[in-house]
């Protein structure tokens, strides 16, 4: 009788079978099939909320140039006037921005034209795809 007592002691203690296994990874598999879509959804809202707050900041920044030069830099000076004197403006007060420029939150250049198209100066970013145009995420996401 004891040794049968051990060998249930064995079986019961070996550890998982390949069936049980496999639905637990079927189950993990269909969890991640239903969050993960979400997840990176939510990145991507998150990604164009970041950029319309740095357009803000930027716009604010301009205009503080603005009250102290008595225009907005030009489309050769840039937004990098924000940053660094331009040799030409004696009255700039600057730096307007209290880190570096920022670059949109898929790594790419903000644009900036002075005189703009729909204002005083236009100030957009691409969007994911880095190009004008598009939909969704890849969207452009301008000041005016």
């Known amino acids: 009788m004891a040794s049968s007592s051990s060998a249930f002691r064995r079986r019961y203690h070996a550890g998982f079978t ?3 296994l496999l639905v637990v990874m079927v189950i993990i598999g ?3 099939g239903y969050v993960g879509p979400k997840f990176f959804g939510q990145i991507g809202k998150s990604e164009v909320k ?3 707050a740095q357009i803000d900041a930027l716009q604010k920044a301009l205009d503080q140039y603005r009250l102290d030069v008595g225009r907005y830099p030009s489309t050769e000076q840039g937004l990098q006037a924000l940053v660094v004197k331009p040799s030409d ?5 600057g730096p307007y921005l209290s880190k570096a420029l920022p670059k949109d939150p898929w790594h790419n250049d903000y644009q900036y ?3 703009g198209e729909h204002g005083e100066y236009d100030l957009l ?7 004008p145009g598009g939909e969704g995420e890849d969207a452009d996401l301008v000041s005016w």
């Open 30 to 32: 269909l969890l991640a």
């Open 18 to 20: 390949l069936l049980e």
């Open 50 to 52: 970041a950029a319309k």
């Open 113 to 115: 034209r002075a005189p």
């Open 89 to 93: 403006e004696p009255r700039w007060a």
């Open 125 to 131: 970013s691409y969007g994911r795809d880095g190009r």
